[in-house]
């Protein structure tokens, strides 16, 4: 079996078709288009018109086909749901060949649902291919692309290989490259390119340090007009780019490398993932395959927006100039140029030691200016660590690998033109190193122990030393060395000599710790004895004693059965110097059983089992006593041995016989040991009763009495099992049944057979009496069709016919039934990431044909596995079922069988795949009230969680502030929950946090501001002046977290001699300068300035206290000429408006001061509009200090600030401008 997956083998498909030929319209007004992804993923939307009229619409998918992969002969469909006005016309079509044959396609549309469907009756392996679903209108077109793959039964690889060979051989050079440029609609033939065409190609690709080499080859000498037409060619690429291409980077030309292939790689983002990708040789297309498929030459990889284009098996002929398009617009072109070189003497095999240098030499067979040297798969270049030299005559090419390390060990790879040789860099230690170290040993006290370790070199002399002291060799200590490898041998270890061994060799060492252990353990011998059976009778003793070794303290334990023992009346515990004995006393039958001894210290457990047999007479034999024959010559009987044998073997069973009516008892005397008895001494119609004993060597059993026995009396044979049907016929019902298990002591002769319809209360024999049923099989013919009969049998043995048995299941009289149809409108009604949901109906009865069903089948295929699972081992007889245990995200085939008597039928299989997963959910965040803004002191841990609800389950990613989140981030998912955790803040971590939540549906984002701060620090010294009378200015430096937080400001409070309290004057001040008013003179005053943020407030600053003083003169009267004084003035700002810049949300404070007389009406105004009866804006005129409060700053307050002082003797103004930061 072969899967056959849709590819481009079509030459002129994937963006090179002229759209329309398909059935997709043309664009009718022939303006400017518009193209643009849907909402539905995958599906690309052409839009004729620049503006849709009103209540018009382009055409649009509700939902889209799917992919589809079916076995080969089954029934394929692809189903979609369009919607737009006017309704669209929708077409279908597909990329390597035609769909117009009736009888192979069917294109049809459900008006009650809206379904537009393809159907493909009976699917073959070359229905595989790419197909495409056409919705339009007037106003547009909207275009979904789907692929069928078929399994194909019984393929052979020599088909395939031809089928290859068929496409390679349509690639002829005059058959493609320019042709059917889908964006222009232009056809052109495919032909080899022309020298001038090829060199722009290059050139286009090129790097820009390379546009003097290839001019130079090319032989283009106006340099200056060559780059103008290049510039020039370069926008109209970048124009047809960006209909398919997002963005480009990373153009890496093609190289050759160490496995002699050849590579080149795009970095792209594809618009529309499902753009077709083109590779050019000269101008003439060439086919490649995904790199899991290894039939063809030419392969592409994709990993994520990487494409890497390999060339396997190099050959002089694949020389060229490479170009990849994207929907029939050039993207990248690679000039491969082979030169004719081969290695005539390839490298070898270099060995250094460390510290030293490493040349590698290669000779090639025709002169090279530079070969590609490789080392462990990374180029090499000419730097500190490498100088790569060429001879003279550019043949001899070297690597000199300088100053080598151990890492530097690897294979090293010249590459010349197609060809590569490599070869190992071994880097050899030049003094005496360890190759194996010495390892820690754990030993037990007496047993031997030892310590290796391997050198680089062979016996070196070196220095063992314990604990930091040199050992001697002495009896118990050895020393040796053997090539190589060093030992130390300790021939019988004790906790003297445990500790830290270490092994010194010209300057270099190794340790390892020996750790001596004195576990619990048992002498071998001791042991043997204590676990050999101790058999005793019953009330006498038994004692159980073992030695043992260990050190102290050490936990003892002795168990019976795994119950622990402990000292009683019978019960004797004794422990002594290195053993423990138990003493039983009075031993019972019960006592029979396992004897456990158990030790326990620091290093470890050890346990000891023995048994205890204690014998005693046996228990009385068991009944009920079975009759196997009680006839008039003889009674035979049948018994069950005794419960408990009392651990003897039973020799004999002893037997008495008393004759109802009379009084005496005789002997039958041992019988054996079997529980078995015939007695031949009877009389015809006497009863008779028995006793029996066990005998063992303890004795003889309490005896057991049996019931009466009579000889001679009819024994019935007890009923046979209930009849089976074997088969059901108009005319005649087979049945067969199982005999009896009592035959009432002798042997079956025969049958009766009984029969009764349904509904009736009458059974009728089915045989004469005088003509028993002699098999266990009998057809019944005496029915009548279309009757419904139950069926029972008696046994017959020589005392007669016994009691009839269970009857049989009730069966119809009529020919077999024939399975039942497909089941009709097969359906998923729920599905979860574990259980799928299934509804069907019926299938019709079609008499003679198909009868019907009396249950179903659900059986499951997962789409890696060919084989079907079924789901319920019987049928159900619902038309319903839940599929349960599947595996989430898995996908799944779905299919239902109905039966009934007359065998299954045929399944009925969804359309298409499901995947084990919930209906899909466009994320949605379920938290109600959640905080956009979070405020976390300094050190302290911030944690943020958001709950959520998706389906299919969503990739969840956070950002910070645009950018992914840092390692120091701990992000948590689970199912319907994300958390962000920073386990210790730090300022740097303030931003806007983002999560985005999306799946195939949709996504959905929420943002959080997490401000990490501390308390502020004080701000710097305090200074105060006077500049108008009655008012004072405080000014301070800035506290040294002004910087670092933008949310810092300040607060003023202060105090006066009279009231000798602080209050706060001003607060939510972002500049360093306040001025205070209503300063009386003859007080003095004091301020203080916080620094405030979002953690609180800072220790306070302190200015110098401050007094106007008022001066006290002696009163001289003196009355001068009187003068009328003129106190008129113009206004005039004293203090200008400052700039402000404010966060959003928080309060802003405005002030000046302006003189005049007569006073001055002040009129504050924003972007020209007046302020004053604004009930937003707090504005107050005091003594000539002009303010105003904005409560809560937003975006609308940003603008410019403007306030006019007008009295009739003048005008003046003063300005500033408000910033409001988010």
């Known amino acids: ?457 062979e016996n070196v002399d070196g220095v063992w030393y314990l604990n930091g002291k040199e050992i001697q060799p002495d009896d118990v200590l050895t020393m040796s060395k053997d090539g190589f490898f060093q030992s130390l041998k300790i021939s019988k270890i004790s906790e003297d000599y445990a500790g830290k061994y270490k092994f010194e060799a010209d300057g270099r060492k190794t340790e390892a710790m020996i750790v001596v252990e004195d576990p619990p353990r048992f002498d071998t011998e001791e042991l043997k004895k204590f676990t050999v059976p101790i058999i005793t009778k019953k009330g006498q003793k038994a004692t159980f004693k073992i030695p043992f070794v260990g050190r102290e303290p050490m936990k003892i334990q002795w168990y019976h059965d795994g119950e622990e023992l402990s000292e009683d009346t019978n019960i004797k515990i004794e422990h002594g110097e290195g053993y423990s004995q138990l003493t039983l006393n009075k031993l019972q039958r019960k006592d029979t059983g396992e004897i456990k001894f158990k030790l326990k210290n620091e290093f470890g457990t050890v346990e000891a089992f023995a048994k205890i047999i204690v014998t005693d007479k046996p228990t009385p034999p068991l009944g009920p006593l079975e009759i196997i024959e009680a006839s008039q010559n003889a009674i035979e009987v049948k018994w069950r041995s005794p419960k408990d044998d009392g651990g003897c073997k039973i020799l004999n069973y002893i037997l008495e016989r008393q004759q109802i009516g009379r009084n005496t008892w005789k002997k039958l005397g041992p019988i054996g040991p079997e529980a078995h008895y015939k007695d031949s001494d009877v009389d015809h119609g006497r009863r008779y009763c028995y006793k029996i004993r066990a005998d063992t060597e303890m004795g003889s059993s309490e005896l057991m009495e049996t019931e009466d026995v009579q000889a001679g009396t009819k024994a019935y044979a007890g009923p046979p099992s209930a009849p089976k049907v074997v088969s059901a016929f108009k005319d005649c019902i087979t049945l067969t049944w199982n005999p009896p298990s009592n035959t009432g002591g002798t042997n079956i002769l025969g049958y009766n057979m009984e029969k009764r319809k349904k509904g009736s209360n009458l059974w009728s024999p089915v045989n004469p009496a005088d003509d028993k049923i002699k098999e266990k099989e009998f057809g019944v013919k005496d029915v009548i069709e279309g009757m419904e009969y139950e069926f029972r049998v008696a046994a017959i043995n020589n ?112 359309d298409n795949y499901i995947l084990a997963m919930p209906p899909p959910v466009r994320p949605r965040f379920t938290d109600q009230k959640v905080k956009s803004f979070m405020v976390v002191q300094a050190g302290n841990s911030a944690r943020f969680n958001m709950n959520f609800e998706a389906s299919p389950w969503p990739d969840v990613t956070w950002m910070k502030d645009g950018m992914p989140v840092s390692k120091r981030v701990t992000i948590s998912n689970a199912e319907g929950a994300s958390q962000l955790l920073i386990p210790s803040s730090e300022r740097s971590d303030t931003g806007i946090y983002t999560i985005m939540v999306k799946n195939i549906v949709g996504q959905e984002t929420f943002s959080i501001e997490i401000r990490v701060t501390d308390e502020p620090k004080p701000p710097g010294p305090v200074e105060v002046d006077e500049n108008v009378p009655g008012t004072v200015t405080i000014s301070w430096s800035p506290s040294p977290d002004e910087k670092r937080d933008d949310r810092l400001h300040y607060l003023v409070s202060k105090r006066d001699s009279s009231k000798r309290t602080w209050h706060t004057v001003a607060d939510h001040i972002f500049n360093n300068k306040f001025t205070a008013c209503n300063i009386m003179p003859g007080r003095e005053y004091q301020f203080r300035v916080y620094a405030k943020n979002d953690m609180g407030s800072s220790q306070p600053s302190e200015s110098p206290k401050w007094e106007i003083t008022g001066k006290k003169e002696r009163f001289v009267l003196d009355r001068p000429e009187t003068k009328t004084c003129n106190l008129e003035r113009p206004p005039k700002f004293l203090v200008p408006l400052k700039m402000h810049t404010a966060p959003q949300g928080y309060e802003c404070y405005m002030s000046c001061a302006v003189r005049g007389d007569p006073t001055p009406h002040v009129t504050w105004y924003r972007n020209n509009i007046s302020l004053n009866t604004n009930t937003n804006y707090l504005i107050s ?35 500033t401008k408000l910033t409001v930061s988010d």
């Open 1 to 457: 079996m072969k899967v056959m997956k849709s590819k481009v083998t079509d030459q002129s498909a994937e963006g090179q078709k002229v759209e329309g030929a398909g059935g997709a319209m043309e664009n009718p007004h022939h303006k400017k288009v518009k193209k643009f992804r849907s909402k539905v993923p995958g599906v690309m939307i052409t839009q004729y018109v620049e503006e849709i009229p009103e209540g018009k619409s382009h055409p649009d998918f509700t939902r889209k086909p799917i992919a589809l992969t079916i076995q080969e002969g089954k029934f394929g469909v692809f189903k979609a749901i369009v919607h737009g006005e006017p309704t669209p016309n929708v077409t279908w079509n597909r990329a390597n060949g035609k769909i117009d044959d009736p009888v192979k396609f069917q294109s049809k549309y459900d008006e009650a649902s809206g379904e537009h469907t393809l159907e493909i009756p009976k699917v073959s392996a070359e229905d595989a291919d790419t197909y495409k679903c056409f919705a339009t209108n007037e106003y547009g077109k909207a275009v979904c692309t789907i692929q069928l793959n078929v399994i194909e039964v019984g393929f052979k690889k020599t088909k395939e290989l031809a089928k290859s060979k068929e496409e390679q051989e349509a690639l002829n050079p005059g058959s493609l490259r320019t042709m059917l440029k889908k964006r222009r609609g232009d056809v052109h033939e495919q032909k080899p390119l022309e020298s001038e065409e090829k060199v722009w190609e290059i050139l286009m690709s090129a790097d820009k340090k390379d546009y003097e080499q290839i001019c130079a080859e090319y032989g283009i000498t106006n340099f200056r007009g060559m780059l103008t037409k290049l510039a020039e060619m370069k926008k109209e690429r970048e124009v047809e780019q960006a209909q398919f291409i997002e963005h480009i980077s990373s153009l890496k030309h093609i190289e050759v490398n160490a496995d002699e292939n050849a590579t080149f790689e795009i970095d792209m983002d594809l618009k529309d993932a499902s753009s077709r990708i083109f590779l050019y040789k000269d101008g003439v297309m060439v086919p490649y395959t995904l790199e899991m498929e290894e039939e063809m030459k030419h392969q592409l990889k994709r990993v994520g927006k990487k494409f890497i284009f390999t060339i396997k098996n190099l050959d002089p002929e694949d020389a060229g100039l490479y170009s990849v398009d994207v929907e029939g617009v050039n993207i990248f072109s690679t000039d491969f140029k082979i030169p004719p070189v081969n290695f005539a003497v390839k490298i070898q095999e270099v060995k250094a030691e460390e510290r030293q240098d490493a040349i590698f030499q290669c000779v090639l067979t025709a002169p090279m200016a530079e070969i590609n040297w490789m080392g462990k798969s990374a180029p090499i270049e000419n730097d500190d660590k490498f100088e790569i030299t060429v001879s003279e005559d550019k043949l001899i090419h070297k690597l000199l690998v300088k100053d080598c390390q151990p890492l530097d060990a690897g294979i090293y790879a010249a590459v010349a033109g197609i060809h590569s040789c490599n070869a190992w860099l071994v880097v050899e230690d030049p003094g005496v190193h360890f190759n194996l170290g010495l390892s820690d040993v754990t030993a037990i006290v007496g047993d031997p122990a030892e310590l290796v370790c391997k050198l680089s070199k």
């Open 799 to 910: 005392s007669g016919a016994g009691e009839f048995g269970t009857p049989s299941e009730f069966v119809f009289a009529r020919d077999p039934k024939k399975p039942p149809g497909k089941v009709i409108d097969l359906k998923v009604t729920d599905s979860t990431y574990t259980t799928l949901s299934l509804g069907w109906t019926k299938p019709r009865e079609k008499r003679g044909v198909e009868d019907e069903a009396k249950g179903f089948f659900v059986e499951i295929r997962p789409a890696e596995s060919p084989e079907w699972d079924r789901c319920n081992n019987n049928p159900s007889t619902m038309t319903s079922f839940t599929v349960k245990g599947m595996k989430s995200m898995a996908m799944y085939w779905v299919r239902v069988i109905a039966t009934n008597d007359g065998g299954e039928g045929e399944p009925q299989e969804l």
């Open 1181 to 1215: 005129n005091t003594c000539g200090v002009c303010s105003m409060l904005i409560l809560r700053v937003g975006p609308k307050d940003t603008g410019e600030y403007k306030i006019i002082a007008e009295n009739n003797l003048g005008r003046a103004e003063c300005s």
